[in-house]
Nanobody, 117 residues
Framework: QVQLVESGGGLVQPGGSLRLSCAAS????????MAWYRQAPGKQRELVAG?????????ADAVQGRFTISRDNAKNTVTVYLQMNSLKPEDTAVYYC?????????WGQGTQVTVSS
C-alpha cells in the first residue's frame, strides 16, 4: 500500500505561481513513476507532467515551459512537486497526483487550483 497526501492548491491571479506537493509513504520502494493529472469541470482528466524513478520527465504541451515536476526521496517518504508558473485561467482544475507501482496505481485526494482575477 502507498498513502498519498496532497497540498498546495489555492486561488491565484493570472501570471502567478503555485507549488503543489504530494507526499507518498508506505511501500515507496516499489514506486516506478509519479505524475500529476488535472481535471477541469466538464472535461476528462488529463496528464500534466510525469517523472520516472530515474528522473526522466515529460509534460503536456499546454504546460511545457511553465510547469516543472520534481521529486525528493527521503528515508520513509517520497514527495513529488509541481511548480506552476505563469498560471493561466485555463489551468483552473482539480489536480491529482498519481503513483505507479508494480501491478497497481494510487491516486491522491485532489487539490483545487483556481486561476482568476
Amino acid at each position: 500500500q502507498v498513502q498519498l497526501v496532497e497540498s498546495g492548491g489555492g486561488l491565484v491571479q493570472p501570471g502567478g505561481s503555485l507549488r503543489l506537493s504530494c507526499a507518498a509513504s508506505g511501500r515507496i520502494f516499489s514506486i516506478l513513476h509519479m505524475a500529476w493529472y488535472r481535471q477541469a469541470p466538464g472535461k476528462q482528466r488529463e496528464l500534466v507532467a510525469g517523472i520516472s524513478s530515474g528522473g526522466s520527465t515529460n509534460y503536456a504541451d499546454a504546460v511545457q515551459g511553465r510547469f516543472t515536476i520534481s521529486r525528493d526521496n527521503a528515508k520513509n517518504t517520497v514527495t513529488v512537486y509541481l511548480q506552476m508558473n505563469s498560471l493561466k485561467p485555463e489551468d483552473t482544475a482539480v489536480y491529482y497526483c498519481k503513483v505507479v507501482v508494480i501491478a497497481s496505481n494510487y491516486w491522491g485526494q485532489g487539490t483545487q487550483v483556481t486561476v482568476s482575477s
